[in-house]
Structures are given as C-alpha cells and as structure tokens.
C-alpha cells in the first residue's frame, strides 16, 4: 500500500519533471535562477569579501549576474554596488551538511481550531525562539520530569484527537528539584526499572492516543491508544496492511510493546503523524498544508541564518514530490539537498529497484534548485538512547531496563545495536555506486564506525564521495584511514557536544569514552574535508553557534543540572579548531561533500566566492574570523542565493537568537 503510493507520487514527479526550471541555454543548468541579465552587487573595505577558495583570497567586492558570480575585486566596485557597514564581512552562503529541515518546525503547525498539534517539551532552544516571556512564541527549557507529565495531564487533545509531545530529553531533564538528572531518574521514560514506558505513558493518560518523541529523533514513546492507532505489526506480517520492523526486528517489535519505538518505527511514526496532520488540514485547493508550511518555514528560517544550501536529511520520493509542489508553487530561498532513505530490509527485492528509482530522481532534479546527494543508511542509531553499537574500551553506563533483559538483547553486557553490519553496509555501497551515487552513512558508535569504514574502504567507485555522517568517536588510526581513501567525507555534530557532552561523560559513555569526541581537530589535521552540522531538530541550526562550539567546545551549564565532574572538564578542549577551519565546514569543505566545489557538466559550483560559482553569498554584520568579533552578537544583514536576495536586514534590526 505505501509502495503504490511511493511510485504513483514519483510517477507523477518523472512526468512533470520540473518543467517550471528547465535549464537555460545559456547556462546548461537552471541552478542559478537571477533574473536574466539582473545584477546584484555588495561593497565593503579591502578584504571583507571572503572568497573561501583555496588561497583564502579576500576582495573588498562582488558581483552577481545571471545568477552567478560574474566579477570579484578591489578597485572601483560596479555603480550599482550596496555598501556594507564598516566591520561588516561577506562569505560563501553557508552550505548544511546535515538536518532534517521539514522536521524544524513542526510544532508551530496549528490545527482548525487554531491550536497547536504538538506540545514543546524541549530543553533546548531548537527552534531559536526569543526567550520568555517574549510574545507572540518563546522558549522556556523543560527541566524536570514532572514538567512533561504535568504538560501531557493537562494537555487538550487535538484536532485529530492524540496528545502529542515534541522533543523529549530524559537525559538533561533533573528529577524534580534536585540535581539528580537523566537516566538516574526513575520516573523518565527511557527508564523503565520500575514500570515499562508503556506503563508510564498509560498512567499518564488512557482516553486519548498519546505519542512524546525524544530530541535524538530515535525513538518515540507511545501509550496503549497510541500503539494501536499506528497500526504497527509483528515482523514477518503483510505489510500492505500494516507497519512491521526493518532493521532488527525482533528487538523492535519487543520493544514496542513496551510503549518504546525505536529507529525505523520512530520514523515511520513521527511521518504518520505529519500525513495525519496534512489530512486533517488539506482542502480541495490546496492538498499539502501542512508540508508546505513546514517547507516554507524552515527554508526561509535557514536563509535568515545565512545558509544558501540546506539537507533533507532522510527524505524519500514522497517527501521529495511535497518539495518540488511547494517550490513550483513560489521558489525556495535556498537549494535543497536530499538524501533518500529506503526503509526496507536489505535482504527485500525491492531495495535495488528503489536505489534504481533514486537515480532517476537524481536526474529528475539536475535541472531544478534541488539536488539528491546520495542515499542515507544508518550504521547504528543514537548515544542519548543507547541504540549506538559499541565495542570495547567504549561500554554503556549506568544501564536501564529493558538493556539489562537478555530476552530482548541476547548480547550482554548490552553494548549497543547495529542497524546495518558490515555486510549489509557494503551490499547498499556496491548497489549505489553501480547507479553512481554517494552514499551517507549515519554512525554514531565505534564499532559501526569500524563497520562504515570497511564498507566504504572496500568499495571505492571513481568520481564519487561518500560521507560518514557524526563520526561521533573514531581513533586517530581511522582518521588516518579516511584521508588515506581521499573520496570519503566527514560531518560532525558539534552542537551535540554544546548540550549533550555532560550525560555522555557522566552517565553513558564516562570520560574515557569521550576524551575526543567529534575529533574535528584530529580530522583537520590530516587534511579531511569536514562539514559541521546540526542534525536539526536535534539541535538549533545557527552555523555560527556550531563555529563557536568548535572552536571553543564550550559545555552547556544549565540551571538545573549539577557542575560538570573534573574527570569530564579535564577532557573537554582536546578537539579545538580555529574559526577559518569551522567556516571552511560550512563552506568550500561542504561543497566537497556534495562534489560541488568544482565545475562539472551541469553542475555550478558552490561554497566559494569565484567567477562562474553560484550567486550565493551571505553578509554578516562583524567578520566572525576577527578573533575580537563575538559571535553571538552577529547578525546576517543580506542572503543571496542564486544572485537573488532572499533574505534582507540592512540595519540589522532583527535581534539574534543565541541558542544558549
């Protein structure tokens, strides 16, 4: 049932086949959309245009035309010309390397009635709201658990009858009053020592279906109603009826019956969700509402912040199809990249037809504003919900119910779970490289790192670059690996470490687990092209909060939490990166990612400020590379993507929302 839906949707994709951008003749791509002839330039002093190239070239202009870079230099700038602020900066437009943008704003979607779908229980600021008690929406962090179990008693079913709470984190969340936190507090969800999550999902509420996903993204908590309305069903099932487990089945369907859905089923049940929304909101004019509020929101949010270039970062034909319906409808602000995730068994037929059907998607979009960059697997899962596969020294700490249940993990001590082994890992390479595409292997744990650079390493293909996405804890040795293989990429979530480095050092993992986490200094040192990213929703997605992040790796200290042990302090600067290595991240280090950093047929490049490159550019009130510049004060003035500006604060009058 799902599958005929998949292939009718990008059915009618291949036929329409962007037929509103097709490529101009005089460009051999339609990337860049200015308007014909239309030229948009900025002025400075000398040397506050960064080009980003490879001499770091600086100009005190720039020009663009037809949608491309058409002149840079430090004479006489063209008459046209709009002259920055003194102190003022331009660079790349800043290119996401990882997120997930339809899922950023999710709980701004109200239903008929006017009220939200969801529930923000959050105790990070990942929507960069204002802090309270600004109007008309601004954030106040959760902090204890008897906050989310007050907000879901209370709560008003909505429009579709469920009670839905968004970004759930019992791993930052205190017990209470007291400075205990995480999972030493037996009353969270992922703590189920006394009662399953089930148990404690039903004993907040039974008259209505009830779901609270975490902030990793990996799992979802349901109640009874919730499980049955899914329509989730036991592996080995009819599955044109129903949703059955992928990856580790048994394990998952176990697990759900205990009110805890993990990986797949998590993702299957946030996008059922959002369908149920869309259904619930659609008229006869307009049959996707709710994708494309979620789609216009958040690209015009990630403009604000500079970005020129944004992921979608598990997407399929579907979510794509919602895309390009949007994009027809009034043009994005910025490109789009997609990474298409096949949630099927590897050992289905069908999972090399749909790699097929990738490829065709890919050539759909080389004439659009959007690109597939490859296919996402998932090695292992998250460290905040123990599903990230590990091997010695590393070793889970402080393990809960149902870890410690060998009937459910036969491997104990519990050390993790693997979505893909090596094998699986190398059958998806060898069947995406045949179709010439990259694929972007999520991996979290040190043993599924092992596993990701075997599959990679093994399976090399000419002209194509593959990604490791978080590469969260790999040894010196398997970076050396990396810049040995030179067509394999990096990302790592450094705002994880901001927010989430305390109950990683204290209560998963201990400090010799994280002694080097997203090692980016060992990465840069052995010369790895490196993007730096968000994971939104998981954390915010200001890329001049993850350069302070890297450069500093700062820690969170909230209110609410204890002081950071000494055994974790000592650890937590061993990765620094300088600002120019951070910016490189999101901007020509990023575009090798994608292999757009150079020209190809087709393809203008992006990431860099060079003639014939992308028109996208974005101008910051301060230059973040001024050692005295402080980042949290800056403020994007103007984006252009495109030669278009899609984004413009001359003044600088809208305040920044530091993500603190």
């Known amino acids: 049932m799902r599958q005929q839906t998949l292939l009718a949707l990008l059915f009618i994709l291949l036929l329409t086949s962007c037929s509103s951008t097709k490529p101009r003749p005089d460009q051999g791509s339609s990337e860049p959309s200015g308007a014909q002839g239309a030229t948009v330039a ?33 004479g006489t700038a063209p008459a046209n010309a709009i002259q920055i602020p003194t102190g003022a900066a331009i660079y790349p437009g800043f290119i996401d390397s990882h997120s997930h943008a339809i899922s950023f704003l999710v709980p701004t979607i109200n239903g008929p009635d006017g009220s939200p779908f969801w529930l923000n229980l959050a105790n990070v600021n990942v929507m960069l709201q204002p802090p309270c008690p600004a109007q008309p929406s601004c954030f106040t962090p959760t902090t204890t658990q008897d906050q989310v179990i007050n907000a879901l ?78 329509n989730l069903c036991p592996p080995g099932s009819d599955t044109t009826k129903c949703y059955a ?30 369908a149920h929304m869309n259904e619930v909101m659609k008229t006869q004019n307009d049959p996707l509402p709710v994708f494309r ?31 390009i319906a949007v994009a027809r409808a009034s043009p994005l602000p910025v490109r789009m990249a997609f990474l298409d995730y096949i949630q099927l068994p590897i050992g289905d037929a069908a999972y090399p037809k749909h790699i097929a059907i990738a490829a065709a998607l890919r050539d759909t979009l080389a004439s659009s ?41 036969p491997r104990q001590p519990y050390n993790g779970l693997a979505d893909l082994d090596v094998n699986g890992l190398s059958q998806v390479v060898q069947w995406s490289h045949a179709k010439h595409l990259p694929v972007f292997i999520h991996t979290n744990g040190n043993k599924a790192q092992g596993n990701t650079l075997a599959a990679l390493t093994g399976n090399p293909a000419a002209g194509i670059r593959d990604v490791i996405v978080h590469f969260t804890m790999p040894t010196q040795e398997q970076i050396q690996s990396v810049a040995q293989a030179g067509t394999i990429g990096v990302t790592f979530l450094m705002n994880d470490f901001y927010y989430y480095y305390q109950p990683l050092c204290e209560q998963l993992l201990q400090a010799s687990g994280t002694a080097n986490l997203y090692p980016a200094a060992w990465a840069a040192a052995s010369g790895l092209h490196l993007g730096l990213h968000s994971d939104t929703s998981v954390t915010p997605p200001s890329p001049l909060f993850s350069v302070w992040v890297a450069s500093t790796r700062s820690v969170q200290a909230p209110s609410w939490m204890p002081s950071l042990l000494p055994q974790c302090q000592t650890n937590r600067t061993n990765q620094l990166i300088s600002r120019l290595q951070a910016i490189k991240a999101y901007t020509s280090d990023a575009a090798w990612l994608y292999n757009r950093d150079a020209a190809r047929p087709g393809i203008t490049p992006i990431g860099s400020l060079q003639k014939q490159y992308a028109g996208d550019l974005v ?4 230059d973040p590379l001024d050692p005295a510049t402080d980042l949290s004060t800056v403020k994007v003035l103007y984006t252009v993507h495109n030669g278009k500006v899609v984004y413009s604060d001359p003044t600088g009058s809208n305040p920044v929302v530091w993500p603190n």
């Open 293 to 323: 509020q979620l789609i216009t929101s958040s690209t015009q949010k990630y403009s604000q912040l500079g970005y020129t270039t944004v992921q979608e970062g598990a997407a399929n034909p579907d979510v794509i199809a919602a895309y």
């Open 42 to 74: 900025f002025a400075g002093t000398a040397g506050s245009v960064h080009s980003m190239d490879a001499n770091l070239t600086t100009y005190s202009y720039v020009a663009v035309t037809n949608g491309v870079i058409s002149e840079l230099g430090s």
């Open 619 to 622: 101008v910051f009130s301060a």
């Open 153 to 230: 008693k209370s709560a008003k079913p909505n429009a579709m009858g469920w009670v839905l709470g968004w970004n759930y984190e019992p791993s930052r969340l205190s017990c209470n009053s007291n400075k205990t936190y995480g999972f030493l507090c037996p009353n969270n969800f992922e703590n189920e020592n006394q009662q399953t999550a089930l148990q404690q999902m039903d004993a907040i509420r039974t008259d209505v279906p009830m779901m609270v996903t975490s902030e990793s993204g990996h799992i979802v908590y349901v109640n009874t109603k919730g499980l049955a309305a899914l």
């Open 369 to 409: 504003d959007m690109f597939l960059a490859g296919i996402k697997l998932f090695a292992d899962g998250t460290n905040q919900g123990y599903t990230s596969d590990m091997t010695s020294p590393v070793q889970y700490t402080n393990l809960n119910k149902p870890f410690t249940d060998p009937t459910i993990f």
């Open 245 to 274: 487990p992928v990856f580790n089945p048994g394990v998952e369907w176990k697990l759900a019956q205990r009110g805890q859905l993990d990986e797949d089923l998590a993702v299957y049940a946030v996008s059922y969700i959002i």
